[in-house]
């Protein structure tokens, strides 16, 4: 029996557009509700890949919530284990933990919804912070979180 492959919605061309837009305002200074751009060392390139991120903050600690599914993004970090955020001048190195607990990571899109729901429930297919538990629960599969940790 095959596998299906994980969930993953590729950026259509004015996605695309908006998201280097949003990562240039990023690298000029300029983050538009809390955006910044993520680098990422790509796993087969090697090269650093930018992407704009909305970084989430809840109880004291950042997340990373893959909106899209397993993204390419995704796939480097875990390759990786951590990047760089970058707003304007201020670039933060950190490394990451991908969190694989349900429950745990429910609770961490439940907030990120709260916060980002209007750019991204389209992503969720019908999840909404109002969502129940299980609900979350089970979209949780489909949008990998990882807790940032800055480097010193």
Do not use: C
Not at 123 to 149: C, M, Q, W, Y
């Amino acid at each position: 029996m095959d596998t299906p492959a994980p969930y993953y919605l590729k950026a259509g061309p004015l996605d695309t557009r908006f998201n280097a837009l949003l990562g240039k305002l990023a690298r000029v200074g300029i983050s538009l509700a809390g955006t910044a751009e993520l680098s990422v060392r790509g796993r087969t390139s090697g090269q650093m890949q930018r992407i704009p991120v909305n970084p989430y903050t809840q109880d004291g600690t950042q997340y990373l919530v893959s909106a899209r599914g397993h993204s390419q993004w995704v796939r480097n970090m875990r390759a990786a284990g951590g990047g760089e955020l970058r707003v304007g001048r201020k670039v933060r190195a950190f490394t990451v933990t991908e969190l694989s607990d349900p429950a745990e990571k429910a609770v961490v899109l439940r907030g990120y919804l709260k916060k980002w729901g209007w750019e991204v429930n389209r992503f969720f297919k019908g999840v909404t912070v109002n969502s129940s538990e299980s609900e979350l629960r089970a979209a949780a599969t489909d949008h990998p979180v990882f807790r940032i940790t800055i480097a010193p």
